[in-house]
């Protein structure tokens, strides 16, 4: 059992004891005690003072006698007003250590016997992936991998937005000026391609709306009437009637976005177990929302159009079908939802989107839950913020967007500057020097934007991300490295810690912080939160740094302190292996 779960459950047992107080485990407040008081971990007695009508102080006192009576593991206490500092003994630290310093596999926590997918990137197929989609991405493959940490069988997922208006106005761009351009012979990704032709487009319908504004239009008059409008309008209806022409145009365009956007997420190291597009789940929507009406669950207007009402749950109406029969977005995704459930059978389904949506998210949960979908009740929408660049807001139709690609080489070229002025790498060859740099600039970008919470906006500036001495992923992937050259050289060595072994503090505090992995994974699992496993992460391989600045290793004083010290360090390595592998972080072997 777990040092801090052992000392919970005791300290439950010992408040019903003392004040017949019936506790719940986890509403207990366990923190690691702080580098300037003695002790292990501190229980917070504050919210008993109520209920036991005693100073917070007392009741510690009382708490920490009763404790180390029942608990042979404690060695001592001290109370500083009503935090009870709790030390243990070497002993449980140096069985602790000798149990777990090769555990590859510490952290994991056992199965939940639960089913949860994970879908996101979401992209439109008009215009090449960008910041946002990084974030998103980057969010959704480090939430599946802690997730699977947490217990959980987890599916990627991802769904494509193939249909509307918006790809046809790429469509009737390429038309009107490409001449027959492709990816092959432009020398462009596909997704490149056509996002090209998406900004030419906006061009397009600017220059005509200036002329039909020149002519005495009003301005949205001269927007709706431009001509390319209209052809995008028209290309739209010949799609939906099933135009073989307009079909087969489309289904070219957008093979060329997808093998654009595979591109991409390999040079990101992101992947999808299955993908759903929403020209194939708008048409089994349409068949839920009728099903729905039958059932009295929606309603129909005079116009014949179809709504939710969910004024009930402290929303509005919603529409479902327009009344001229075609779908809007919230159709499309109870169609998916409910083809994801049927390929899946999940407990969970967790939609990596931003903020922006938090509205429709809620929709279309209680829309499913009225439709009683035995899958309602476990969506959950991991809303997260925008990302901001230091020049202002992105904008796709003007191609003022930070370009993924771009963003990707802009990272491998910074790492590479910054790691050839420092000068370590002078015996790597020309092909592990460029995979390093790979590395380096990946575990750059996706810490800088892992580390802050999901929900708050950010700012990102790609200078700060790559820095050796900083709150970064560089920083981190060195601390890994550095261990990694400490054990090669310790190769022929069979360590294993001394039990009469007695760590000081700032050993005992890297073996806290150790302890306390398979409880942060919870607490991140719990939270549908990435950025405590980042921030852990990074406190870690600081208090790794702090450990060998004081510490001699393998020149350490005695052969006892030399084998401690050494699967110290191994374990640290690999839960920092571990909590990177989590973030989609490599791991460097060398730096």
Known sequence: MFIVQQLKETAVFALLQLYGIQAERDSLIVNITPDEYEGDYSLVTFPFVKQVKKAPDVIAHELGNLLQEKLTSISGFNVIKGFLNITFHDSLWIEFLKQENQNKLWGKLPSSGKKVVVEYCGPNTNKPLHLGHVRNMLLGYSLSNLLKKGGHDVSRVNIYNDRGIAICKSMVAWQRNAKGETPESSGLKGDHLVGKYYVEFDKILKRETEVLMNGGMSKDDAERNASVAAEAREMLLKWEAGDAETIALWKKMNNWVYVGFEETYRKIGVEFEKNYYESETYLPGKEIVLEGLAKGAFFKKEDGSV??????????????????????????????????????????????VANEQDYHFQTLKLTLQKLEKPFADGIYHLSYGMVDLPSGKMKSREG?????????????????????????????????????????????????ILKVDPKKRMLFNPEESIDFHGQTGPFIQYAYARISSILRKAAMIDFQPDEHYSPDRVERSLLILLQQYPDMIREACESYNPSQVANYT??????????????????????????????????????????????????????
């Open 400 to 448: 003022t967007v930070v370009d993924a690609d771009d963003l990707l080489d802009e990272m491998f070229e910074t790492a590479k500057k910054h790691t050839l002025e420092l000068g370590k790498i002078e015996d790597f060859s020309e092909e592990e020097a460029a995979s390093l740099f790979k590395k380096i600039g990946s575990g750059a970008l996706k810490f800088f």
């Open 538 to 591: 990074y406190h870690l391989a600081k208090s790794f740094n702090k450990f060998y600045a004081d510490h001699s290793i393998l020149s350490a004083e005695t052969e006892a302190a030399r084998d401690f010290r050494l699967a110290l360090a191994a374990f640290t390595a690999n839960v920092l292996f571990s909590a990177l592998e989590i973030l989609g972080i490599e791991a460097p072997e060398r730096m």
């Open 307 to 352: 709504w939710v009402d969910l004024t009930e749950k402290g929303l509005d109406e919603k529409v479902l079908l327009r009344s001229d029969g075609t779908s809007v977005y919230l159709t499309q995704d109870l169609g998916t939802a409910q083809l994801r459930y049927d390929d899946f059978k999940m407990d969970t389904s967790v939609y990596v």
